[in-house]
């Protein structure tokens, strides 16, 4: 069992940087491919990007590729998201999940296990 914690959300204006945090409980974080995903408001939630469990390879949805980074210290159990070149288009609750069956990461929520609460992350124009 994994519980997720997402923290560092907030209002930030377009352009700017954010890096949201999620904090993860249990010993075997190091196992867990992990992967964030957000849900814009009356949208379904979609694919941002993923992390292998030892942080090796990491892969993003085109629409954030170039601007946002995932890294993980499995050492402090936390998985981290920076956001760069922050677009209004990027208005959303974000989400961190951790796959539990399988170290392979994946662009599809269905197959994450365990998701954190989501954070709010909202930019302005």
């Known amino acids: 069992q994994v519980q997720l914690v997402e923290s560092g959300g907030g209002l930030v204006q377009a352009g700017d940087s954010l890096r949201l945090s999620c904090a993860a409980s249990g010993r075997t974080f190091s196992r867990y491919a992990m992967g964030w995903f957000r849900q814009a408001s009356g949208k379904e939630r979609e694919f941002v990007g993923r992390i292998t469990w030892n942080g090796a390879s990491t892969y993003y949805a085109d629409s954030v590729k170039g601007r946002f980074t995932i890294s993980r210290d499995n050492a402090k159990n936390t998985v981290y998201l920076q956001m760069n070149s922050r677009k209004p288009e990027d208005t959303a609750v974000y989400y961190c999940?951790?796959?539990?069956?399988?170290?392979?990461?994946?662009?599809?929520?269905?197959?994450?296990?365990?998701w954190g609460q989501g954070t709010q992350v909202t930019v302005s124009s």
């Open positions: 999940a951790a796959r539990g069956t399988t170290p392979v990461p994946s662009s599809e929520p269905y197959e994450y296990d365990y």
